[in-house]
């Protein structure tokens, strides 16, 4: 794919990691339909077009779609990361991940497909994807759900639209928490480097031009997959 002259809409691409995937899309040629649920002012500052849902409510998915008008690219970048074991994961708070995290990606999607046979979708995962860690034990299933989704909605949607997937590792500590000790509590990187929002913007960008991938993920971690529960 092409990118100048495309249409593309980010979930939770006023901030952090979305942003730098709206600001390297832009910086592609691209227009940037920037959705946001709180971050409304970081939104506006990045695009014309900035609109909001939340993706918890899957009224709202559907409005996104339509709000948000004629698009090339959708990246599923929006998501809820919940320190739950076991014992806290209530059906209410795994719905809650899962509606995020995995139905609104698939929904999205859905509406995409109806909307256009040509395309390209970008989900958003995670390197635990090759681990089990139950310290977050409903956004570890939904994030393995998505790397699923990807790849059963990759053969669904060809030829018309590839979806492929980035995996990031350790980059950002989460919102709101002061970032102390992330190194360490991140554990052990093969390369000894952690990647920055713009290594994940770059493998995004990849996967849209890459007109002969699809179902694949990009793991940008450092290589802790390869350690499993090993980190
Ligand atoms: N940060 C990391 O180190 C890391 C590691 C592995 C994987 N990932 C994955 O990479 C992606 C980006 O990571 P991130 O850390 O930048 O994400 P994040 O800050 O945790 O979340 C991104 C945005 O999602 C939006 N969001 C959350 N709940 C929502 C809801 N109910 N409705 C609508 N929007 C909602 C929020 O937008 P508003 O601000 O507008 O409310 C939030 O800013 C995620 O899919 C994440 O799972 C990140």
Same mark, same amino acid.
């Given at each position: 794919?092409?990118?100048? @002259?495309?249409? +593309?809409?980010?979930? &939770? &691409?006023?901030?952090?990691?979305?942003?730098?995937?709206?600001? !390297?899309?832009?910086?592609?040629?691209?227009?940037?339909?920037?959705?946001?649920?709180? $971050?409304? *002012?970081?939104?506006?500052?990045? $695009?014309?077009? +900035?609109?909001?849902?939340?993706?918890?409510?899957?009224?709202?998915?559907?409005?996104?779609?339509?709000?948000? *008008?004629?698009?090339?690219?959708?990246?599923?970048?929006? $998501?809820?990361?919940?320190?739950?074991?076991?014992? *806290? #994961?209530?059906?209410?708070?795994? /719905?809650? =991940?899962?509606?995020?995290?995995?139905?609104?990606?698939?929904?999205?999607?859905?509406?995409? !497909?109806?909307?256009? %046979?040509?395309? +390209?979708?970008?989900?958003?995962?995670? /390197?635990?994807?090759?681990?089990?860690?139950? #310290?977050?034990?409903?956004?570890?299933?939904?994030?393995?759900?998505?790397?699923?989704?990807?790849?059963?909605? +990759?053969?669904?949607? !060809?030829?018309?639209?590839?979806? %492929?997937?980035?995996?990031?590792?350790?980059?950002?500590?989460?919102?709101?928490? $002061? @970032?102390?000790?992330?190194?360490?509590?991140? @554990?052990?990187?093969?390369?000894?480097?952690?990647?920055?929002? =713009?290594?994940?913007?770059?493998?995004?960008?990849?996967?849209?031009?890459?007109?002969?991938?699809?179902?694949?993920?990009?793991?940008?971690? @450092?290589?802790?997959?390869?350690?499993?529960? *090993?980190?």
């Amino acid at each position: 794919m092409i990118l100048e @002259g495309k249409r +593309a809409l980010v979930t &939770g &691409g006023a901030v952090r990691i979305g942003k730098a995937i709206t600001q !390297a899309l832009q910086a592609a040629g691209v227009e940037v339909v920037v959705h946001y649920r709180h $971050s409304r *002012g970081e939104a506006e500052a990045l $695009s014309d077009y +900035a609109v909001c849902a939340d993706l918890s409510s899957p009224d709202d998915c559907a409005d996104l779609i339509r709000m948000a *008008g004629s698009i090339d690219i959708l990246i599923n970048n929006a $998501s809820l990361f919940t320190k739950d074991r076991l014992a *806290g #994961s209530t059906p209410e708070r795994v /719905r809650r =991940e899962f509606q995020v995290n995995l139905f609104a990606p698939l929904e999205l999607t859905r509406r995409f !497909a109806d909307q256009t %046979n040509r395309g +390209a979708v970008v989900n958003l995962l995670d /390197r635990r994807i090759r681990a089990n860690d139950p #310290s977050c034990l409903p956004y570890a299933i939904s994030k393995k759900g998505l790397e699923e989704l990807t790849k059963l909605t +990759a053969l669904e949607l !060809a030829p018309g639209i590839r979806v %492929n997937a980035v995996a990031p590792g350790p980059i950002l500590p989460p919102p709101g928490d $002061s @970032g102390d000790g992330f190194a360490e509590m991140a @554990g052990k990187v093969p390369l000894n480097l952690f990647p920055t929002p =713009e290594n994940i913007a770059e493998a995004a960008l990849f996967l849209l031009q890459a007109d002969y991938c699809t179902g694949q993920v990009i793991f940008v971690d @450092g290589g802790q997959h390869l350690l499993g529960n *090993g980190v």
